[in-house]
């Protein structure tokens, strides 16, 4: 009876270990693998988006899709035909709706290409491999801060390895109407998950005072969850406007 029991208690421990070594690929390879797809193949569809006349795509009614103001829940934060920092005219854009895939990021020290979708949501843009973009924060080449969150680990993690960032890296920002060039020249290694001012108009650690701005301009801010497979802190990049090309 005894060597009964301890048998039963042998094959569930081995059952739980590969149940958990089963949850464990499945975060850390499937997750990827999908969330890496799906992200390459909405970039893909955007860029063949771009690529159509816009007066074919949107029927000659002056906009459709991204155009619609009726959502109410991200609106630009700039005037429309404003001055960027870096002296360039940035066109206008619409809001983009909730959880829609609108930009392309690319940075390419980390060889990294995903979209940019609105919000920050896990299910609706995060956990999609894309990146999400703060509700309430600068739109791309608007002065302010154009905020930005994205996974470090699962789910395609597309902001792994943005503490290898180092001042003078570039940070490319691409809509349907043109490219933005940021440049970095911050980083903030660790901070509080709470710390709201490294997202503000002008970017300042909440809880590290030193770190940030001091003046308005065009910013970008990158933010992720840090160390690696905790929540616990956030890791922070930060760059400026430094170039405008339409498209």
Request: glycine share 14%; with cysteine.
């Given at each position: 009876?005894?060597?009964r ?18 949850l464990v ?13 799906d ?31 009726g ?8 005037a ?27 940075i ?17 843009v ?26 470090r680990?699962?789910h ?68 992720t ?7 616990r ?15």
């Open positions: 009876m005894a060597a029991g301890l048998w039963t208690g042998a094959e569930v421990v081995v059952t739980l270990g590969v149940v958990l070594l089963l690929v499945h975060q850390l390879w499937w997750t990827n693998r999908q969330a890496r797809a992200a390459e193949h909405r970039v893909q569809a955007l860029e063949r988006e771009w690529s159509e006349p816009q007066g074919l795509k949107d029927g000659g009614s002056g906009g459709r899709g991204g155009g619609r103001a959502s109410g829940r991200a609106a630009d934060s700039g429309p035909g404003g001055r960027s920092s870096a002296g360039h005219t940035a066109p206008p854009s619409a809001a983009p709706r909730w959880d829609q895939a609108y930009a392309v990021i690319r390419p020290r980390l060889g990294l290409t995903a979209p940019v979708a609105q919000g920050i949501s896990k299910r609706g995060l956990d999609k491999g894309y990146v999400g973009h703060y509700p309430r924060t600068a739109q791309p080449g608007r002065p302010g801060n154009f905020a930005l969150a994205g996974h680990n699962t395609g993690e597309p902001f792994r390895y943005i503490n290898r960032l180092r001042r003078g890296d570039r940070i490319d920002i691409e809509t349907r109407d043109a490219v933005y060039t940021y440049t970095v020249d911050r980083t903030l290694g660790q901070t509080s998950a709470r710390d709201s001012g490294v997202i503000a108009a002008v970017p300042r650690s909440n809880v590290k005072p030193y770190a940030g701005y001091g003046t308005p301009g065009s910013y970008v801010t990158l933010t969850c840090t160390p690696e497979f905790t929540s802190y956030r890791l922070v990049v930060w760059g400026r406007l430094t170039d405008v090309r339409a498209r």
